[in-house]
Nanobody
Framework: QVQLVESGGGLVQAGGSLRLSCAASGGTFSSYTMVWFRQAPGKEREFVATINWSGTGTYYANSVKGRFTISRDNAENTVYLQMNSLNSEDTAVYYC??????????????????WGQGTQVTVSS
């Protein structure tokens, strides 16, 4: 059983940056594909970015490509999401998820068995 805890959210002005963290425990972190999703008020949860077990493969939603960077530190059991050039459309609760030996191009929510509680990101214009 994997437990995930997100942190790093907050209020930021448009054009600013935030770095989210997701700390994992209770499993073999290096065997999991990790993902970030987000959910804005009144909208469905949407894919943001994935990273494979080694950190050598990543995949991004078009809406964040070039602005967000996903990375991981397997020694620290943590996955990160560096978010730059934030705008109001990035306002959402951000969730990290884990899938054992998952495919980074399979962005179905159902692929990810474990989820954190989410962290709120609010971008003011």
């Amino acid at each position: 059983q994997v437990q995930l805890v997100e942190s790093g959210g907050g209020l930021v002005q448009a054009g600013g940056s935030l770095r989210l963290s997701c700390a994992a425990s209770g499993g073999t972190f290096s065997s999991y594909t990790m993902v970030w999703f987000r959910q804005a008020p009144g909208k469905e949860r949407e894919f943001v970015a994935t990273i494979n077990w080694s950190g050598t493969g990543t995949y991004y939603a078009n809406s964040v490509k070039g602005r967000f960077t996903i990375s991981r530190d397997n020694a620290e059991n943590t996955v990160y999401l560096q978010m730059n050039s934030l705008n109001s459309e990035d306002t959402a609760v951000y969730y990290c998820g884990a899938a054992r030996a998952g495919n980074i191009y399979d962005i179905r929510i159902s692929q990810y068995a474990y989820w954190g509680q989410g962290t709120q990101v609010t971008v003011s214009s």
